[in-house]
Nanobody, 125 residues
């Protein structure tokens, strides 16, 4: 049984930082592509960042490029999202997800088959 459990969300002032964690069980993060998505109230879920199965490739949404970093620690079977220079528009529920796709890095929610429950990030101005 696959489980992805996010943690690390919270309330932070604009300009601050947070690190989200996604602890995986039932799958090995070094064998799957892992992604972070977010959903703000009244909006569709959107892609934030992804790391491919080998860890050699990462890809970011333009809105977070240069501020967010996705990385993993395979010994902990955990994927992280380091978020710096946070802005109010980053406020959303953040979700971790896994994809079996290996041939390409994917930003499409439909390519991700397992999802965590989400963690709330709120950035105050």
């Amino acid at each position: 049984q696959v489980q992805l459990v996010e943690s690390g969300g919270g309330l932070v002032q604009a300009g601050g930082s947070l690190r989200l964690s996604c602890a995986a069980s039932g799958l090995t993060v070094s064998s799957y592509g892992m992604g972070w998505f977010r959903q703000a109230p009244g909006k569709e879920r959107e892609f934030v960042a992804t790391i491919n199965w080998s860890g050699a490739a990462t890809y970011y949404a333009d809105s977070v490029k240069g501020r967010f970093t996705i990385f993993r620690i395979t010994a902990k079977n955990t994927v992280y999202l380091q978020m710096n220079s946070l802005a109010p528009e980053d406020t959303a529920v953040y979700y971790c997800a896994s994809t079996p796709r290996r041939m390409y890095v994917t930003t499409s929610t439909s390519d991700y088959d397992y999802w965590g429950q989400g963690t709330q990030v709120t950035v105050s101005s």
